[in-house]
Nanobody, 124 residues
Framework: QVQLVESGGGLVQAGGSLRLSCAAS????????MGWFRQAPGKEREFVAY????????YYADSVKGRFTISRDNAKNTVYLQMNSLKPEDTAVYYC?????????????????WGQGTQVTVSS
């Protein structure tokens, strides 16, 4: 069982930055693919980014590419999401996810473990 705890959300003006953290209860470095999703009010949860287990390769949704950076610190069992140049449309609850080998990484159904979410609000 993997427990995930997100932190770092908050209120920021458009153009600002936030860094989200996701702390895992177990060692994740060589075992779990880690990802971030988000859910805006009235919308489905959508893929944001993920990072692979061993090589740490990163992949992003087109909507955040060039603005967001996912990274992981395996010594701390923590994954981060650095968000720059934030826009009002980035407002959502952001969720951390983990899975050994998600079959379709952009689909939430492929991920087994989830955090409780952290709210990010970007004002215009």
């Amino acid at each position: 069982q993997v427990q995930l705890v997100e932190s770092g959300g908050g209120l920021v003006q458009a153009g600002g930055s936030l860094r989200l953290s996701c702390a895992a209860s177990v060692r994740t470095g060589s075992t779990y693919v880690m990802g971030w999703f988000r859910q805006a009010p009235g919308k489905e949860r959508e893929f944001v980014a993920y990072i692979t287990r061993t090589l740490g390769r990163t992949y992003y949704a087109d909507s955040v590419k060039g603005r967001f950076t996912i990274s992981r610190d395996n010594a701390k069992n923590t994954v981060y999401l650095q968000m720059n140049s934030l826009k009002p449309e980035d407002t959502a609850v952001y969720y951390c996810a983990a899975d050994y080998s998600p079959s379709a990484v952009r689909l939430q159904q492929s991920w087994t473990y989830w955090g409780q979410g952290t709210q990010v609000t970007v004002s215009s």
